[in-house]
T-cell receptor, first 111, second 113 residues
Framework: NAGVTQTPKFRILKIGQSMTLQCTQDMNHNYMYWYRQDPGMGLKLIYY???????DKGEVPNGYNVSRSTTEDFPLRLELAAPSQTSVYFC??????????FGDGTRLSIL | QKEVEQNSGPLSVPEGAIASLNCTYSDRGSQSFFWYRQYSGKSPELIMFIYSNGDKEDGRFTAQLNKASQYVSLLIRDSQPSDSATYLC?????????????FGKGTLLTVNP
């Protein structure tokens, strides 16, 4: 049981490039979340999903897109990378009102 | 707007002392509360969760919830240097279709040997 798996762990992008951050969970959790965490700051919700085919915006969705075609996978897409998107990205999953489980994070730098 | 407020710290305690971490929340509809520990450069890991008023104990950790005062706390007894981390408080609703958590910005705890 791997829990929540995020790939890659580190990535450097050039301004204007695009990439997809992968997130997979094997706990059959219906809820999945993407957060970003800037240095010294708390977690900010980017997007979330309550089940396959259903996604919704969080606090800071601009510049990102998501999809949820299966229960297990919840990829986050950056279309035109900007320096302001340099951050640590965490994916999390949850079953109903139980605690969230976090992945190890993806450290993304945009230069 | 739903908010969870925490003192950013740093909170510094000597080894063996009790560390008290506090959190207030604005959404009276919040019914579930979670404490996460986050070491520098790592992801948040769950320490405790509490749904009912009162105290909940797990080893050296005690979570306290007072819904009337909209206040949640985490006590760490016999603090160890390995407890040095940022502690995140989070609150959310139970039931219905809203399963988003609102996180505080975290309190940095330093336990001095």
């Amino acid at each position: 049981n791997a829990g929540v798996t995020q790939t890659p762990k580190f990535r450097i992008l050039k301004i204007g490039q695009s990439m997809t951050l992968q997130c997979t969970q094997d706990m059959n959790h219906n809820y999945m979340y993407w957060y970003r965490q800037d240095p010294g700051m708390g977690l900010k919700l980017i997007y979330y999903s309550v089940g396959a085919g259903i996604t919704d915006k969080g606090e800071v969705p601009n510049g990102y897109n998501v999809s949820r075609s299966t229960t297990e996978d919840f990829p986050l897409r950056l279309e035109l990378a900007a320096p302001s998107q340099t951050s640590v990205y965490f994916c999390a999953s949850r079953y109903r009102d139980q605690p969230q489980h976090f992945g190890d994070g993806t450290r993304l730098s945009i230069l | 707007q739903k908010e969870v407020e925490q003192n950013s710290g740093p909170l510094s305690v000597p080894e063996g002392a009790i560390a008290s971490l506090n959190c207030t929340y604005s959404d009276r509809g919040s019914q579930s509360f979670f404490w996460y520990r986050q070491y520098s450069g790592k992801s948040p890991e769950l320490i405790m969760f509490i749904y009912s008023n009162g105290d909940k104990e797990d080893g050296r950790f005690t979570a306290q919830l007072n819904k009337a005062s909209q206040y949640v706390s985490l006590l760490i007894r016999d603090s160890q240097p390995s407890d040095s981390a940022t502690y995140l408080c989070a609150g959310g609703q139970r039931g219905g279709s809203n399963y988003k958590l609102t996180f505080g910005k975290g309190t940095l705890l330093t336990v001095n040997p």
